[in-house]
């Protein structure tokens, strides 16, 4: 059986010291609604309900709110009727001033439930929550929620170009972007290794001898149209990216001229046109810009004004080329910085957004705490973000891109941030000191996300666990002098009286340096080279046996050649790991030592996509030590930067 699948199979063995997450689907939303008020009462749904709707623009959310009641086994008709509730979809016909087209009000009392909005959206968006409530016995909590997204673009974007993905996968991507009120699809289908959109007037460019990864895999005219059309019934705004200039190795291997020449110019207008011809009623196209060198001055103005002239609003990625003043700047690198609401120009965040550079646990820690664009809601120069999912690197099968980044829990953790708004100023990649208010609105997220983990995503890669409630003591720093293999005291003794403890942290993975330090600050206030620290901690087992733990000391990107470990190595910093004194030895690698190459898939590299690490506990409390030496910063190489971490965790 695939090791991914086994580790799976093992949810719910392991729980040293989760809370039972027993409270109702009512408690656990996703994104938790702006403003809610529970009543005391339900609504008996025993002999069913009636279900109508006011506009025929309610068709699919017609259709969908019977899906739901099916899903509850409650009976519905159409026709009114005395002795049944009333379930009511209600378009407005004047929105309320100031308030999003987004926005919906959802009621359940005695008389039935009611969905109001002022567009087919926002009662597609309270749908979505209706059906995260629990019914029981035929009886639903009485409820009034007032709800709206503070940012009106909540985009996810997917990377086909350097990895295709299957079409099933994509949809079942956007039905879970659909069902946590996210509305953007940022599709990126042209690269250096393939373009995956066959094209009637040149359809060699999407030969399997013009792609060097994943040949000859493309999406047809007919299934790229399907995509859009999927999209929209679930209010899902579909923009694609033609990345111009740069990222177009393809193009050139198969036109033979750069895209930038007078030659590529022509030739890129005619794929623009026939795309234009072929996809009606997109109004936006991404034209991407960024990582190149421009020799041709005039090149992304002339390509601006001519996907202007075909009916498009432009997006562009920002650091990039010149673009137009126009074009909507899509951020993407530098520190955390306020988007202020001044000038023309309007931007989407995706900055410290990238899940493939992002370790699976602190992924979710990140995202949640995130601020869009240094502000807590949108503005006239500040649409929202984008949630972005490189796979730069090669992979052997599409779904270990799901095993090797945290998509689904980053997804949910996004949707959650983009639509409350809010956040921490600067980023964070640790769980924040305990019994802050950062901290409780962490806890309580991560409670709700685990309910969702168990109840929607069980047969989904689904790759975080129970962080809150694992604390650690960490000792330190000792001077190592470059040698990484000195013992210190708590290697004797981790728990000697003599022993001071320096900081208490909380978490599954813990960062004590992240390789981004000069943006975003680590568990070490004041970092320094040639030391060791050690964390210790005491994990409860009820009885003795061994246990399924994730461990990990270097969160490889996605994104980078990073190199393997050696043979009997954590990693490339000596780190070690003890319980109850026992040394736990380093998986046996699949490909040790191989020095990193981004058409060499990761195989067992990262813990969330090998079988987790069996380790026997003794009855009671179990001791557990971890030392982390370091030398310098640099690290080996640019593919191989320092992240000075560690995740530890009982997997479950």
């Not at 095993?403 to 956040?423: C, D, H, I, K, N």
Request: glycine share 6%; proline share 6%; aromatic share 12%.
């Amino acid at each position: 059986m695939n090791i991914k699948r086994v580790q799976y199979l093992l949810i719910g063995i392991f729980f040293l010291f989760s809370t039972q997450l027993d409270v109702k689907a009512q408690e656990h939303l996703i994104p938790l609604p702006i403003d809610m008020q529970f009543g005391e009462a339900s609504l008996d749904l025993a002999k069913g309900i009636i279900l109508q709707k006011n506009n025929s623009l309610l068709d699919n959310e017609y259709s969908l709110a019977q899906e739901i009641l099916d899903d509850w086994q409650v009976n519905s008709v159409s026709e009114k009727a005395d002795d049944l509730p009333l379930m009511l979809l209600t378009v407005e016909q004047k929105p309320v001033a100031g308030q999003s087209a987004e926005a919906y009000h959802l009621t359940i009392d005695k008389n039935g439930i009611r969905i109001t909005a002022s567009s087919a959206a926002g009662i597609f968006y309270g749908l979505q929550t209706l059906r995260q409530f629990d019914v029981q016995n035929k009886q639903i909590r009485t409820v009034e929620i007032n709800d709206e997204p503070a940012f009106s673009w909540r985009a996810f974007m997917v990377d086909v170009g350097r990895n295709y993905q299957p079409l099933d996968m994509l949809k079942e991507q956007i039905d879970v972007m659909a069902h946590y009120k996210m509305n953007v699809l940022h599709f990126h289908f042209t690269e250096d290794i393939a373009w995956r959109l066959a094209s009637k007037k040149y359809p060699g460019l999407t030969a399997a001898d013009n792609m060097t990864r994943w040949e000859g895999k493309y999406y047809t005219e007919e299934e790229f149209q399907e995509l859009i059309d999927y999209c929209k019934e679930r209010h899902i705004l579909f923009l694609p990216e033609i990345d111009m200039p740069g990222h177009s190795a393809a193009f050139e291997r198969f036109f033979g001229v750069s895209m930038q020449s007078d030659s590529g110019i022509v030739y890129i207008k005619e794929l623009l046109k026939e795309f234009s011809e072929t996809y009606s009623g997109l109004p936006y196209l991404h034209i991407g810009g960024d990582e190149v060198k421009i020799t041709n001055k005039n090149f992304m103005p002339e390509i601006t004004q001519y996907v202007e002239s075909l009916g498009y609003k432009t997006v562009g990625w920002d650091p990039g080329s010149n673009l137009m003043p126009q074009t909507i700047r899509q951020l993407w690198m530098g520190g955390a910085e306020k988007v202020k609401e001044e000038g023309e120009m309007v931007f989407i965040d995706s900055k410290h957004l990238y899940i493939n550079h992002m370790d699976p646990l602190e992924t979710v820690t990140t995202i949640f705490h995130r601020k869009i664009g240094q502000q807590d809601h949108e503005h006239a120069n500040l649409l929202g973000a984008t949630l972005c999912s490189w796979p730069d690197r090669a992979i052997t099968d599409p779904i270990d891109m799901f095993y090797q980044s945290a998509v689904y829990p980053g997804m949910l953790t996004f949707a959650e941030r983009s639509w409350r708004g809010g956040g921490k100023d600067g980023w964070v990649a640790n769980i924040q000191p305990k019994n802050t208010t950062d901290y409780l609105e962490f806890k309580d997220f991560e409670r709700r996300l685990l309910a969702h983990k168990d109840q929607y995503f069980h047969d989904k890669p689904f790759p975080y666990v129970q962080q809150i409630g694992l604390e650690w003591e960490l000792i330190g720093p000792f001077q190592n002098e470059g040698d990484l293999t000195r013992s210190f005291i708590p290697e004797e003794n981790p728990y000697a009286d003599e022993i001071k403890v320096s900081k208490t942290v909380e978490g599954g993975t813990v960062i004590l340096r992240h390789w981004w330090a000069d943006v975003i600050p680590g568990i070490i206030e004041q970092p320094e080279e040639n030391t060791t620290w050690y964390a210790r901690t005491r994990i409860w087992s009820d009885e003795g046996g061994s246990r399924p733990f994730w461990i990990g000391f270097n969160n490889l990107s996605r994104s980078y050649a990073s190199s393997s470990p050696e043979l009997g190595t954590w990693d490339d910093r000596k780190s070690t790991l003890w319980v109850n004194g026992k040394v736990i030895p380093p998986p046996k690698w699949e490909q040790p030592g191989i020095e990193g190459n981004l058409e060499i898939p990761l195989l067992d590299e990262g813990y969330s996509f090998r079988e987790p690490t069996m380790i026997h506990l003794q009855k009671g409390w179990n001791e557990v030590l971890i030392k982390l030496p370091v030398a310098d910063f640099r690290g080996q190489s640019w593919s191989n930067p320092v992240k000075w971490m560690f995740t530890f965790v009982p997997y479950r």
